[in-house]
């Protein structure tokens, strides 16, 4: 009887052996796949953020934060840390007046045309985004900054989008 006991126990281990090995191959290939997934996305996320990055220098390229020479206009006032903060809140006191903005050379169809978005691409221009709701636009300004650190604009161009 103990020989009998003795052979089924070993004939257990070596089921529950045969059923882990079986068992542990099967978790190695599905981990294995799951490697080779996260690798795959890994690799679509690096040449994802790859292109971003290129995106995101081709469109600092028009911009006064990134332009030294530009802000090199800048150096003789001292007193203004931030020339494109100081330029984007001169031009969005043009808002403040009754009616449509000064700057904006058509009359409001809905409301009343305001600026609403800014880009300063360098020392002497903007482009900008009007709108009164419903309408909009674009312009595009030339600016400077006089010794007083007053800022005056002039429109170089303009245009109305129709709705369609």
Known sequence: MKKHLIWYLISFLVLLLLFQLVNSNKVYQIQEKRIEKLNELRKTYKDSTASLFYENQDLRYFDLKHNDEALSYFEEFSDIDKPESFVMDKLLETNESKGNNPLVPYEGMEGVFKINKIKVLNHRWII??????????????Q??????????????????????
């Open 128 to 141: 900008a985004d009007f709108s009164d709701g419903t309408y909009w636009g674009e312009l595009l300004i």
């Open 143 to 164: 600016y400077f900054v006089n010794q007083d650190r007053s800022v005056e604009f002039t429109v170089l161009d303009h245009l109305l989008y129709t709705r369609q």
